[in-house]
């Protein structure tokens, strides 16, 4: 293992995070999410942090039949924030906080000195603990890839991104070739701007006809399993990207890394 055991969650947890109110407006919400290049925000009730809402939070909620009969300028933080809030202490090894992360199947956590919050410790965080790791990406990636294809509707990437916990799928065209990459991020700046023009023209059917080659990124990350670890994470941090794909001869597909197999290397660090 290459991860540094003394590494505190503290250390590197980000200071500088999102914090909204519980009523700020959730088209407010993802446009300083765009300001702060985040993809993630602590909400509180007056000074009293209550919960935490991300892009997959407001992913999972929008577009559904309970929230497609209002406007997305009506929905506020708390509707589609996630609570009571898991926190950790900023002493507390990095390691530990993965293997907490993948324990709870969350994707951040709140760093407290004493009983306020300091900091904000995401996947991201964590992925840059990793940047001059020599590992091969063949010891951590994912071998078994799912794929979604580039006539497939948003809301079929939705669905699959939220049953199976995905936050990235690689896109390929009816030729079975590998053509794009689409995320949660392309997938929530979609259905939001989309979501409003459909609640005030009533035309609901507009969702279904927004397919994946619309939205998706045509630039694919790529690299080989035999590279490192750490030009996986650079390569994340550069392009603001949630997966690198791996690829062979011809650009065959061998395999995927991201953000939670990373996290997940540094859980399986933890004694």
């Known amino acids: 293992m290459s991860v540094d055991s003394l590494i505190l969650a503290g250390e590197v947890a980000s200071k500088d995070f999102l914090r909204v109110s519980k009523n700020e407006s959730l088209v407010n919400l993802v446009k300083e999410m765009r300001k702060k290049n985040t993809d993630r925000a602590l909400v509180y009730r007056d000074d009293v942090p209550e919960g935490i809402v991300t892009k997959k939070d407001i992913v999972t909620k929008v577009a559904v039949s309970r929230t497609r009969r209002y406007p997305v300028s009506v929905l506020h933080a708390s509707s589609v924030m996630s609570y009571p809030l898991i926190t950790v202490k900023r002493d507390m090894p990095l390691s530990k906080a993965a293997r907490m992360m993948i324990d709870k199947n969350v994707s951040s956590l709140p760093v407290k000195d004493e009983e306020r919050i300091v900091a904000l410790l995401t996947k991201w965080d964590i992925a840059k603990a990793l940047i001059k790791s020599p590992t091969p990406l063949s010891q951590i990636m994912t071998r078994d890839v799912v794929t979604i294809n580039d006539t497939d509707s948003i809301l079929t990437a939705r669905k699959l991104m939220i049953e199976e916990g995905f936050s990235s799928l690689p896109v390929l065209n009816s030729e079975g ?79 995927i890394t991201t953000l939670t197999d990373l996290t997940r290397y540094v859980a399986s660090t933890y004694v």
Do not use: H, Q, W, Y
């Open 177 to 255: 070739l590998l053509v794009g990459i689409v995320t949660l991020d392309e997938i929530l700046d979609t259905l939001v701007d989309l979501m409003e023009f459909v609640s005030d023209s009533g035309s609901k059917s507009s969702l279904k006809n927004i397919t994946v080659r619309d939205c998706m990124r045509p630039v694919v990350p790529a690299l080989s399993p035999e590279d490192a670890l750490g030009t996986a994470v650079a390569l994340m941090l550069e392009k603001r990207v949630r997966a690198v794909l791996l690829v062979g001869p011809n650009k065959t597909l061998r395999g």
